[in-house]
T-cell receptor, first 113, second 112 residues
Framework: AQSVAQPEDQVNVAEGNPLTVKCTYS??????LFWYVQYPNRGLQFLLK??????LVKGSYGFEAEFNKSQTSFHLKKPSALVSDSALYFC???????????FGKGTKLSVKP | DAGVIQSPRHEVTEMGQEVTLRCKPI?????LFWYRQTMMRGLELLIY????????DSGMPEDRFSAKMPNASFSTLKIQPSEPRDSAVYFC??????????FGNGTRLTVT
């Protein structure tokens, strides 16, 4: 069965510093991986996805993610964090059998000025 | 594009009452998903539809939960009777083909 794990419940970063939010996955076959962001009292918003191709995927709001097959990881990154990036971030994998998304538990990102 | 529209935004009800949550997907999207979000369990898929047909309802907690999609522009999730443990934020999401999921802003359900 497909699954993703987000090992950190919370990540704290100072504004202007680089940020990384970690995600590892377990799939049979080729992974379809996603990152979503959730702001308070809002639904999830799509940031980026990896299906095939370059291991470095660029997405919305300056975010990017690095796919690493040998480490089964898909970490979310941003070179310079903004206070407005503070939110809940979800990694997800597409269930190749059914087509639905399976989400991780989420990581709360807190960016301090 | 108005996005995925859910109603109501907030629902407070007493245990034993029937609750109906509503969702209007984005026009042209052919798949619709219902998720539940809680602190303890995170995001759980309840059920999803493809072309108005339920494909996977294995996430529906029990017989108290039911979902319908009578047409391409409307879906309901009903809980009858409701229980305090059903308190959560319920999200509806839709997509077209392999495009990313678009989520509504959710319905926060509180059952007292």
């Amino acid at each position: 069965a497909q699954s993703v794990a987000q090992p950190e419940d919370q990540v704290n970063v100072a504004e202007g510093n680089p940020l990384t939010v970690k995600c590892t996955y377990s799939v049979s076959g080729n992974p379809y991986l996603f990152w979503y962001v959730q702001y308070p009292n809002r639904g999830l918003q799509f940031l980026l996805k990896y299906i095939t191709g370059d291991n470095l995927v660029k997405g919305s709001y300056g975010f990017e993610a690095e796919f690493n097959k040998s480490q089964t990881s898909f970490h979310l990154k941003k070179p310079s964090a903004l206070v407005s990036d503070s939110a809940l971030y979800f990694c997800a994998v597409r269930d190749t059998g059914q087509g639905n998304l399976i989400f991780g538990k989420g990581t709360k990102l807190s960016v301090k000025p | 594009d108005a996005g995925v529209i859910q109603s109501p935004r907030h629902e407070v009800t007493e245990m034993g009452q029937e609750v109906t949550l509503r969702c209007k997907p984005i026009s042209g999207h052919n798949s619709l998903f219902w998720y539940r979000q809680t602190m303890m369990r995170g995001l759980e898929l309840l059920i999803y539809f493809n072309n108005n047909v339920p494909i996977d309802d294995s996430g529906m907690p029990e017989d108290r939960f039911s979902a319908k999609m009578p047409n391409a522009s409307f879906s309901t999730l009903k809980i009858q009777p409701s229980e305090p443990r059903d308190s959560a934020v319920y999200f509806c999401a839709s997509r077209q083909g392999d495009s990313p999921l678009h989520f509504g802003n959710g319905t926060r359900l509180t059952v007292t």
